[in-house]
């Protein structure tokens, strides 16, 4: 079965450094979104993308973060100088694009595993 | 008014029995309410989801009953199996531009199931 891939699991790194998350995306979806997860915490929203576009931000994707879809396959989560409160598993998913009169597959996101950022 | 809240925050039960779990929404213009369910180290996984149009959804084991006056659904777990702990969380979402949907996620319940 096709599954959203993340890379890396695990992102160590300073403080005021610039990360790159990546992600690859199920092959024939068209919406792609950035959700965050603090230990312990519920998962937020953080962005979706569309038509290489952002479609929606939540207030969390300030100026410090940016989306790129820079090929046909991955789609990348940047923060340009991360803060102690970015720490934080970043989840990427995917959904596919709607059949005339069926939004339904429009609605299943599917999660990759996740990215764990630490923010020293 | 975006918020989804969920209880239990954490939820014991003995195999074989029932496990419920229950979200509430403001938003009346949340119209799909999937569940998800997380395991450790995993990405959420969608487990079952509804449109405001039924009030009830079965796949298997696992049931959403939906009440859209109250504003709000649950998640039925028949039979709950030690596989099936687990954090499970809540979500609703409204369409928006592009046919792209902003989930909106509760704070999730930990589920266990003991042999």
Not at chain 1, 50 to 73: A, L, M, T
Request: hydrophobic letters at 30%; charged letters at 20%; glycine letters at 8%.
């Amino acid at each position: 079965e096709p599954e959203v891939t993340q890379t890396p699991s695990h992102q160590v790194t300073q403080m005021g450094q610039e990360v790159i998350l990546r992600c690859v995306p199920i092959s024939n979806h068209l919406y792609f979104y950035w959700y965050r997860q603090i230990l312990g915490q519920k998962v937020e929203f953080l962005v979706s993308f569309y038509n290489n576009e952002i479609s929606e931000k939540s207030e969390i994707f300030d100026d410090q973060f940016s989306v790129e879809r820079p090929d046909g396959s991955n789609f990348t989560l940047k923060i340009r100088s991360t803060k102690l409160e970015d720490s934080a598993m970043y989840f990427c998913a995917s959904s596919a694009p709607g059949l005339a009169g069926g939004p339904t597959r429009t609605d299943t996101q599917y999660f990759g595993p996740g990215t764990r950022l630490t923010v020293l | 008014q975006q918020q989804v809240k969920q209880s239990p925050q954490s939820l014991i039960v003995q195999k074989g029995g029932i496990s419920i779990i229950n979200c509430a929404y403001e938003n009346t213009a949340f119209d799909y309410f999937p569940w998800y369910q997380q395991f450790p180290g995993k990405g959420p996984a969608l487990l079952i989801a509804i449109r405001p149009d039924v009030s009830e959804k079965k796949e298997g084991r696992f049931t959403i009953s939906f009440n859209k006056s109250a504003k709000q659904f649950s998640l039925h777990i028949m039979d709950s199996q030690p596989g099936d702990s687990a954090t499970y969380f809540c979500a609703a979402s409204n369409r928006s531009s592009g046919s792209a949907r902003q989930l909106t996620f509760g704070s999730g319940t930990q589920l266990t199931v003991l042999p």
